[in-house]
């Protein structure tokens, strides 16, 4: 059988964070806190007090400030740059760690006054990179293991966790990096079958959410849609199994209780289309609903504790975020934090421009307020006074035309790809559909007549890339869709570059499998 090979336009994947979205309890509603004037708002102390004063309906959300930690975050604008930031709540001020341009894989996370970040190469492999913030020299870690994809990382007792896909495989496992030894390793990464959805380690466990691919693919077929997910919880020195539970709800996020005896799970309800946290509990062995008002919600996702136990930290994206029009998915996503005693709902952090990818807790890794001057770290503010009114439209395409907003809907499924008749092609079963488009696309571009092809890749249900290639008469362009299966993220729309006018790429795993099961030569290594 000859070896199939994928067609990626540029694939720009989420899952996240994944990485992107998340969310925790709630109450009474959450009150818009945001400060148009700055690009991330941190509402606390009197600042908060005075947002309360003005409403005569509003919580006292000004209370318990001493228990929000600091933060490390990964932010994504509509511009494509990636800030790497850290939030200091005794001094209630965000300071800019680094900014690059984005790349399909970035995230962050905060150790020991170094930075731990990922990007992708030009070959297509991510990387790990490491900023020492004391003498601001980087270096790259070295990774022995060939990584697709690295979608969260987390870092605890010297070792970065990553969530990660390795280079020719379709399933997501973790990889360990140690910070001592240098060396990278593979954990509970052996069955080809077996995909890592999210995971979460505290105290010498690790819990991991993990769905089967062919149960997935099985469960498409017969319109189940979803299969449902395995925790477990793992002893990291052993390797042992200590407790395992099955749900039938599309798991995104886990946090592991410092008690170890509660794990949250952020899940999506396939029937409904809805999402929601969940609290296992591990003594009991059954989940409860957290009571939040999800309604005041569009998503929500990746529910944590707070290091202090007390509370929970969560993103959403905002009920009155909006897609429209055709070039630009733009969602809005604030991080709250919820007192667990008080029922108390305040917001921490809310990006004007763009969305927050991922957070990370500091805990005993922050940096110290006098070591803030010392490392240089210039307070992150917003320099271009954007709006954060998500119906004004903030990119521009290559023409300087103003995008529009997207009408993608989210969570956008295998089913709606099928039925939209897009290019679709599902990663793990090595087939694509619908290439009759491509031929189309392919003719009339050839024919300089104006036509639009849109790709969609899926593992299993999971949307892993939606790109758009449109040729207007005179010129190609590349819409890329930079978001998950629950819409979180932005997209952007650029002059396609010169090897895509050619039809043609430099990476020979650029290829489209034939549904016939033989190597299509439509995108062809030049």
Same mark, same amino acid.
């Given at each position: 059988?000859?070896?199939?090979?994928?067609?990626?336009?540029?694939?720009?994947?989420?899952?996240?964070?994944?990485?992107?979205?998340?969310?925790?309890?709630?109450?009474?509603?959450?009150?818009?806190?945001?400060?148009?004037?700055?690009?991330? @708002?941190?509402?606390?102390?009197?600042?908060?007090?005075?947002?309360?004063?003005?409403?005569?309906?509003?919580?006292?959300? @000004?209370?318990?400030? @001493?228990?929000?930690?600091?933060?490390?975050? +990964?932010?994504? $604008?509509?511009?494509?740059?990636?800030?790497?930031?850290?939030?200091?709540?005794?001094?209630?001020?965000? /300071?800019?760690?680094?900014?690059?341009?984005?790349?399909?894989?970035?995230?962050?996370?905060?150790?020991?006054?170094?930075?731990?970040?990922?990007?992708?190469?030009?070959?297509?492999?991510?990387?790990? %990179?490491?900023?020492?913030?004391?003498?601001?020299?980087?270096? !790259?870690?070295?990774?022995?293991?060939?990584?697709? $994809?690295?979608?969260?990382?987390?870092?605890?007792?010297?070792?970065?966790?990553?969530?990660?896909?390795?280079?020719?495989? #379709?399933?997501?496992?973790?990889?360990?990096?140690?910070?001592?030894?240098? +060396?990278?390793?593979?954990?509970?990464?052996?069955?080809?079958?077996? @995909?890592?959805?999210?995971?979460?380690?505290?105290?010498?466990?690790?819990?991991?959410?993990?769905?089967?691919?062919?149960?997935? =693919?099985?469960?498409?077929? #017969?319109?189940?849609?979803?299969?449902?997910?395995?925790? %477990?919880?793992?002893?990291?020195?052993?390797?042992?199994?200590? /407790?395992?539970?099955?749900?039938?709800?599309?798991?995104?996020?886990?946090?592991?209780?410092?008690?170890?005896?509660?794990?949250?799970?952020?899940?999506?309800? +396939?029937?409904?289309?809805?999402? #929601?946290?969940?609290?296992?509990?591990?003594?009991?062995?059954?989940?409860?609903?957290?009571?939040?008002?999800?309604?005041?919600?569009?998503?929500?996702?990746?529910?944590? *504790? $707070?290091?202090?136990? =007390?509370?929970?930290?969560?993103?959403?994206?905002?009920?009155? #975020?909006?897609?429209?029009?055709?070039?630009?998915? /733009?969602?809005?996503?604030?991080? *709250?934090?919820?007192?667990?005693?008080?029922?108390?709902?305040?917001?921490?952090?809310?990006?004007?421009?763009?969305?927050?990818?991922?957070?990370?807790?500091?805990?005993?890794? !922050?940096?110290?307020?006098?070591?803030?001057?010392?490392?240089?770290?210039? !307070?992150?503010?917003?320099?271009?006074?954007?709006?954060?009114? &998500?119906?004004?439209?903030?990119?521009?395409?290559?023409?300087?035309?103003?995008?529009?907003?997207?009408?993608?809907?989210?969570? /956008?499924?295998?089913?709606?790809?099928?039925?939209?008749?897009?290019?679709?092609? &599902?990663?793990?079963?090595?087939?694509?559909?619908?290439?009759?488009?491509?031929?189309?696309?392919?003719?009339?571009?050839?024919?300089?007549?104006?036509?639009?092809?849109?790709?969609?890749?899926?593992?299993?249900?999971?949307?892993?890339?939606?790109?758009?290639? &449109?040729?207007?008469? !005179?010129?190609?362009?590349?819409?890329? *869709?930079?978001?998950?299966?629950?819409?979180?993220?932005?997209?952007?729309?650029?002059?396609?570059?010169?090897?895509?006018?050619?039809?043609?790429?430099?990476?020979?795993?650029?290829?489209?499998?034939?549904?016939?099961?033989?190597?299509?030569?439509?995108?062809?290594?030049?």
């Amino acid at each position: 059988m000859s070896k199939k090979r994928k067609v990626l336009l540029f694939m720009v994947l989420i899952v996240v964070l994944v990485a992107g979205v998340y969310m925790v309890l709630q109450k009474k509603p959450a009150k818009d806190l945001g400060d148009t004037n700055t690009v991330v @708002s941190n509402k606390q102390g009197e600042e908060a007090k005075k947002s309360d004063d003005s409403d005569t309906n509003s919580n006292d959300e @000004s209370k318990n400030v @001493s228990n929000i930690d600091n933060l490390a975050l +990964t932010t994504i $604008s509509t511009k494509n740059k990636v800030n790497y930031l850290y939030t200091n709540n005794n001094l209630k001020k965000q /300071y800019a760690l680094k900014d690059m341009d984005k790349t399909s894989s970035n995230t962050s996370v905060l150790y020991n006054s170094k930075l731990y970040y990922t990007y992708r190469d030009g070959d297509g492999l991510c990387k790990l %990179k490491i900023l020492d913030l004391a003498t601001k020299r980087e270096e !790259e870690a070295n990774l022995s293991i060939q990584l697709n $994809s690295i979608d969260y990382i987390e870092a605890v007792n010297n070792n970065i966790y990553m969530k990660a896909t390795k280079n020719g495989k #379709s399933n997501s496992g973790l990889v360990v990096y140690s910070i001592e030894d240098k +060396t990278c390793k593979t954990f509970d990464y052996d069955d080809d079958d077996d @995909s890592l959805q999210c995971f979460d380690v505290n105290k010498g466990k690790i819990v991991e959410a993990k769905c089967s691919l062919k149960q997935q =693919k099985d469960a498409l077929k #017969s319109d189940n849609g979803n299969a449902g997910y395995t925790i %477990k919880i793992i002893d990291e020195k052993t390797s042992k199994v200590v /407790y395992s539970y099955h749900s039938d709800k599309i798991i995104t996020f886990v946090g592991l209780s410092d008690d170890l005896n509660k794990v949250l799970l952020s899940v999506i309800n +396939t029937e409904y289309r809805t999402t #929601s946290i969940r609290v296992l509990d591990i003594k009991e062995n059954n989940e409860e609903q957290l009571s939040v008002k999800y309604q005041d919600y569009k998503l929500v996702d990746g529910a944590k *504790y $707070s290091s202090d136990g =007390k509370g929970v930290y969560f993103l959403a994206t905002n009920k009155e #975020s909006k897609a429209d029009g055709n070039n630009i998915l /733009y969602n809005t996503t604030t991080l *709250y934090y919820y007192d667990l005693k008080d029922n108390a709902l305040r917001e921490v952090l809310h990006p004007l421009d763009g969305v927050i990818s991922n957070y990370s807790i500091s805990r005993e890794n !922050e940096i110290k307020d006098s070591d803030i001057a010392k490392y240089g770290l210039k !307070e992150f503010v917003n320099v271009e006074n954007l709006s954060n009114n &998500i119906t004004k439209p903030v990119v521009k395409d290559s023409s300087g035309a103003p995008a529009t907003l997207s009408d993608i809907k989210a969570p /956008y499924t295998i089913q709606d790809a099928k039925r939209n008749n897009d290019l679709v092609f &599902i990663k793990d079963e090595d087939k694509a559909l619908n290439q009759d488009k491509l031929k189309q696309f392919l003719e009339m571009y050839k024919s300089k007549k104006q036509c639009k092809v849109r790709y969609v890749e899926f593992i299993g249900e999971q949307l892993q890339a939606i790109e758009d290639l &449109i040729y207007d008469g !005179e010129k190609l362009y590349l819409v890329n *869709y930079s978001i998950d299966d629950q819409g979180n993220g932005g997209s952007y729309k650029k002059e396609a570059p010169e090897y895509f006018k050619d039809f043609g790429f430099s990476d020979p795993r650029y290829y489209l499998v034939d549904e016939s099961g033989t190597d299509s030569t439509f995108f062809e290594k030049r």
